[in-house]
């Protein structure tokens, strides 16, 4: 039996007196890899920040390999959703991915030797070491969101969580970004919130459908009630073999 | 030209430039990259109450209005995250309290205060030499903690909610930050006054930030453009008899718009 890499139960958010999350139950084993879709405000990235413990719940459980998310070390690599950016930020690649060697045993040291081959390790893995010089705001938003993926690799997470990871990575580099992902997950365990639903049928071991309450079924398919509940509206899914195809029924 | 260094008052007024030219340099790219220029002008007003509470207890002014600024710029933090408030609304009601509270107490102080003025609008060519001494270890103070949180303060300059996943004490270290940009602005009151305090935190910041690509860089080239202005300001304002004050924010703003011109005729090419 593989190790529980996530652990959520019964959690709820509220922001004031609006439900954001409602009654959350999910169990994430390790080396998993998990995609989450689910219409827009619909808590994903609210829902991924909870165990990336940036966010307390106002009800339930959440824990991170056993302990709550903010209390376990070095086991989260986060890459938050690409947002509105700082271009003028006067910073390099290579200092933003080196932030991601940062933890509370090295406060006030200098990075270390192995800070920095790590760091290095991370850029060659999205393959972004010939720009390690560049500054941050002259990279495309794709570049921009691999460096922020080589940051989150940095800090040699269990749990890596990426908030719409392609949304400005462009087509080409899409299915390699995919394929590495999914390189990954012998390493790790995967959650990836994402739109893009024929890479998450082709890629991902399984799917869950977030629309404040979370419909998962600890597979890949998605089943037509999964759907309606999610989506609030009937939904044929057509698969034509790959990519599959979501149709609305008029 | 060099003659006039044989006078004490102007190469007191030059160590005055020169070291508040390093808290510029290295503080002021952390308010103009982590967006708290508005934060950092409240804390100087705020400051100009403990100016008057200096007054009012007869002691140097200096001290209370680092007490002030200090308490100010944790207070400001603590406040709109604990009661709920907007952070700007907070900065602005602290901001008139502040000036309120030192005017009060300026009037209530018994006989007359005589360089008020000098903290409004500064005055760089009547800073005693003890306040050097405050200034050198106030600049101290800075470097050493710059340079030990260094990688700290540029993660979450860059980045907040990362810094928060590796969980370092991402609100401990903003509040450093804090308690060093409330030092600053107290350092600068002297040169500029408690008005023109932003002019030397903000803009030779926002000028090196063009010529730059590093944080570290960032920080040499506003210290070195931060020197500049003051030297150059006091200089011309020796020639014209204009306040000093005024004078070197006069040359910071338009060496800050020329440059933003340059950059954009740059950009088109």
Known sequence: MPNLAVEIEEVSVYFNSKCVLEGINL??????????????????????????????????????????????????????QLNQPDLSFPATVWDVVLTGRLNRSNLIKPYSEADKRAALEALKAVELEGLKDEPIGKLSGGQRQRVFIARAL???PK??????????????????FWEYLNELKSRMTIIVVTHDISALSKYVDKIACLNKKLYYNESKQITREMWMEAYQCPVDIIAHGLPHRVVEEH | ??????????????????????????????VVVNRIVFLSDGISHAAFGGIGLGYFLGSNPIYAAITFAVAVAVG????????????DTVIGVIWALGMAVGIILIKLTPGYVPDLFSYLFGNILTVPRSDLIVMLVLDLILVLTVALLFKELLAISFDREFAQTLRLPVNLIYYILLT???????????????????????????????????????????????????????????????PSGATIVLLASAVYFSTLLYNRCAKRK
């Not at chain 1, 890899?33 to 405000?41: A, E, K, M, V, Y």
């Not at chain 1, 829902?47 to 991170?64: D, E, M, N, R, W």
């Not at chain 2, 008005?195 to 040499?220: D, G």
Request: charged fraction near 15%; aromatic fraction near 6%; charge should be positive.
């Open chain 1, 27 to 80: 169990k994430v084993l390790e080396n998993d890899f998990l995609g989450i879709i689910g219409p827009n405000g619909g808590g994903k990235t609210t829902l991924l920040k909870v165990i990336a413990g940036l966010l307390k719940p106002t009800k339930g459980s959440v824990k991170v390999y056993g302990k709550p998310p903010h209390k376990s070390e070095k086991l989260i690599g986060y890459v938050p």
């Open chain 1, 154 to 156: 940095a800090t040699e």
């Open chain 1, 159 to 176: 749990l890596l969580l990426l908030d719409e990871p392609t949304l400005s990575v462009d087509r080409r580099l899409d299915t390699k």
């Open chain 2, 1 to 30: 030209m060099l003659e006039v260094l044989q006078y004490e008052f102007i190469r007191n007024a030059v160590f005055t430039a020169l070291l508040a030219s390093v808290a510029c340099g290295i503080i002021g790219v952390y």
């Open chain 2, 76 to 87: 400001v933090g603590a406040t709109s995250k604990k009661l709920g408030a907007r952070e």
């Open chain 2, 180 to 242: 060093l940009v409330a030092l600053t602005v107290v350092m600068l009151i002297r040169v500029v006054g408690v008005i023109l305090v932003m002019a030397l935190l903000t803009i030779p910041a926002a000028v090196s930030e063009i010529f730059t690509k590093r944080l570290i860089h960032m920080m040499f080239g506003a210290a070195a453009l931060s020197l500049l202005f003051t030297l150059l300001g006091l200089w011309l304002s020796y020639l014209t008899n204009l």
